[in-house]
């Protein structure tokens, strides 16, 4: 990889992962692709180029493509969960349309791609213990509707056109630096925000809802290993399941706790938000990840906890 960009760079992975991708590469080769009324501040912005990528514009992307000789993009843009669900149309125009926008500048200027999935490309039928690689994916939400077919999609686009597909499927991601947005595993970020801040949590997921859930840095490691992978030992490709921790609640609560002692949450489950939670893995089982291009992940929710109050009470106290 050459030159990136990386569509959506304002968003919660796009942020960290465009500048993790200048660190790598170079600032002035990771071009960060933004819609208004979001333009990236600060370090993102001083770091490296930006141009304004609409993903339903495809001359856009072909502008930008052609202007910067872009050899990689990551596609981040998409609408979370719960959003989703309240605007389907809307998902699957930034998701699908958006996506084959992409595919078709990558077609024909040789672009790798790289467009995540989720644990929500899962449904109910799926199973939820050790979700295998290759199962059911009958998801019920608009979003996961249209990971699926993200991942059928860009596996077409591989095997018709040889454009360089990849993908993982990403757990709930939990950051310190930019919050989610209408997410179902949200409330796994928001509770440290409550813990720092010395409010009570009220947690909108019920006790003993497992869902996988992987730090940042892990998540942007995952992203950018896989792109780096020698293909020749890719046998999947989109998308691969990747896992770090399982959690409910309570576990997250008992953690955070042995650093606050004193914090305090209760429960208001949110009837949309359990369903779709309700109907996600448990746990994915990530073996192929691990063999075919060496998935290890760093942390597990003690390290991450230690980390992510460190962090947030570093930057809100
Ligand atoms: C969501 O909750 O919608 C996302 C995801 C798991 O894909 N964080």
Not at 209 to 229: F, G, K, N, V
Request: hydrophobic residues 40%.
């Amino acid at each position: 990889m050459k030159n990136i960009l990386v569509i959506g760079s304002t968003g919660q992975i796009g942020s960290e992962l465009t500048m993790e991708l200048r660190r790598r590469y170079g600032g002035g080769h990771v071009v960060a692709g933004y819609i208004l009324p979001a333009p990236p501040m600060g370090e993102l912005k001083d770091s490296g180029p930006s141009e304004v990528v609409d993903i339903t514009c495809p001359d856009m992307i072909l502008d930008v493509v052609k202007k910067y000789k872009i050899d990689a993009i990551y596609n981040l843009a998409a609408l979370l969960s719960v959003v989703a669900e309240s605007k389907p149309q809307l998902a699957w125009h930034i998701g699908i349309d958006g996506l084959f926008n992409v595919l078709e500048v990558a077609r024909h200027y040789q672009c790798a791609v790289f467009t995540p999935s989720s644990i929500g490309s899962f449904g109910a039928s799926t199973p939820h213990k050790m979700t295998p690689q290759d199962t059911i994916q009958r998801p019920s939400t608009m979003y996961g509707v249209t990971k699926v077919t993200t991942e059928l999609v860009s596996d077409y686009y591989f095997h018709k056109y040889g454009v360089d597909t990849r993908a993982v499927r990403f757990p709930g991601i939990i950051s310190n630096v930019t919050p989610p947005g209408g997410g179902t595993t949200d409330y796994a970020v928001d509770i440290y925000y409550s813990a720092v801040r010395g409010e009570e949590f009220v947690c909108p997921i019920a006790e003993g809802t497992l869902m996988d859930m992987m730090y940042m840095p892990d998540a942007l490691h995952a992203a950018i290993s896989l792109m780096e992978a020698d293909p020749k030992r890719l046998v999947h490709r989109n998308a691969f399941n990747i896992a770090s921790m399982s959690f409910g609640p309570e576990t997250i609560y008992a953690e955070i706790k042995k650093h606050v002692p004193s914090f305090k949450m209760r429960y208001e489950v949110d009837p949309l938000k359990q369903a779709i939670a309700d109907s996600w893995p448990d746990r994915m089982d990530d073996a192929c990840a691990r063999e075919e291009w060496g998935w290890q992940p760093q942390y597990d929710l003690p390290r991450m906890t230690a980390d992510m109050l460190e962090k947030l009470r570093a930057r809100l106290l």
